[in-house]
């Protein structure tokens, strides 16, 4: 029964929306050396692997170790997993091209485990446009990976867990038990809460953004994950309608870039 009196930006969607414009000015042949610096130019955010990335960079390290060198703590973290949509949604039923330019952003600041998190839900994001049911959507998306993905065994855990408790609480605490992490960002953990509320949401959007927030850790990047697959499976349709009109009609982006207040329609269709 919450909502903000004002609704705040929030880095998850500012990077991607700036990966747009690099696409739209240079093209779809893109490179991780070229996203680093539209990065550098557009973005200010430079916090924790953020940071760590524009230090690199700063000190000539490029990408693809610019995400590994000197990042211990934050390699496996959610920061790149989060920028997953973009790519799934300029490569709708192509899992294969979403992969692509998913490894090509998430080595910026992040290693293997992140990158093999963020190319599965790009994946998952371009798949979305062609599926019916959250069952099926992960199904396939477990089957396009090569088997060594870690996304592939935190899917089948996380659905292993809902099946066997199916009690929001009980599957959380068995999650909490497996991939609890000091680090509240950690993908693993995430990932696993992501797909816990899609599964246990049942499709019902509201429920399904209850489950992630409630669940704590990195919250705003799984209700974001969770509500972007639910929104790309069904469309408009599936939002609810008193939540639509609290959102308003125009992204809200702290990064100065000509998208920053765009309609959403006109952004939608942009990125189409």
């Not at 500012?14 to 747009?20: E, K």
């Not at 893109?30 to 610096?37: K, Q």
């Not at 994001?125 to 993905?149: G, H, R, W, Y």
Request: aromatic share 10%; glycine share 6%; charged share 20%.
């Amino acid at each position: 029964g919450l909502w903000p009196d004002k609704l705040w930006p929030n880095d998850d969607l500012d990077i991607q929306v700036v990966y747009l414009e690099a696409l739209q000015e240079l093209g779809l042949d893109l490179n991780s050396r070229e996203l680093a610096e539209f990065w550098r130019r557009r973005c200010f955010y430079n916090c924790c692997e953020y940071g760590v990335f524009i230090d690199n960079l700063e000190h000539g390290i490029q990408p693809p170790l610019s995400g590994r060198w000197n990042n211990d703590w934050f390699q496996a973290s959610e920061g790149c997993p989060i920028r997953s949509e973009i790519w799934g949604c300029i490569s709708p039923g192509n899992p294969a091209l979403a992969q692509q330019y998913a490894a090509l952003d998430g080595c910026l600041d992040h290693a293997d485990y992140s990158i093999g998190i963020e190319k599965f839900l790009s994946a998952a994001a371009a798949l979305s446009f062609f599926e019916e049911s959250i069952q099926d959507l992960l199904a396939k998306t477990c089957a396009v990976m090569p088997p060594d993905n870690p996304a592939v065994a935190i899917c089948q855990a996380a659905q292993e867990i809902c099946a066997a408790s199916p009690e929001p609480y009980t599957a959380w605490l068995q999650i909490v038990r497996r991939y609890g992490h000091r680090d509240s960002t950690r993908a693993a953990i995430n990932t696993a809460f992501a797909i816990m509320a899609l599964i246990l949401g049942r499709g019902d959007f509201k429920e399904t953004m209850r489950l992630c927030v409630q669940a704590g850790w990195d919250c705003d990047c799984t209700a974001a994950t969770a509500g972007a697959l639910l929104g790309l499976l069904g469309g408009t349709a599936a939002l609810p309608r008193d939540w639509l009109e609290k959102l308003g009609r125009t992204l809200v982006c702290a990064v100065e870039i000509k998208h920053q207040f765009q309609p959403i329609a006109e952004f939608a269709a942009e990125t189409c």
